[in-house]
């Protein structure tokens, strides 16, 4: 692997979204190579910024109530949702 792959590739590894073999070419190329080990990082902490936005940006207990209503009750959904005959 050379750093341009290990670019390209950061946002999958970082998300563990790489088969084994992938995964483990990836974590040598990263251990021996200190600028892939930056990027990695900087992707990780770009990750868990956005995991934290996220998480503290919580719908108000109201709408989530009348999402999960119209979900389980299709029929009272909207008129413009309702399937035209």
Not at 8 to 14: E, K, L, S, T
Not at 61 to 82: F, H, M, N, V, Y
Request: net charge positive; aromatic share 4%.
């Amino acid at each position: 692997m050379n750093c341009h792959e290990i670019r390209r590739m950061a946002d999958a590894f970082v998300d563990r979204e790489l088969k084994t073999p992938e995964n483990g070419r990836v974590e040598n190329h990263v251990r021996q190579c200190p600028e892939c080990q930056q990027w990695v990082q900087m992707v990780q902490r770009a990750r868990d910024t956005v995991r934290t936005k996220v998480e503290k940006g919580r719908a108000p207990d109201r709408l989530t109530e009348r999402i999960r209503g119209a979900i389980a009750s299709p029929q009272s959904a909207p008129g413009k949702w309702e399937s035209k005959s």
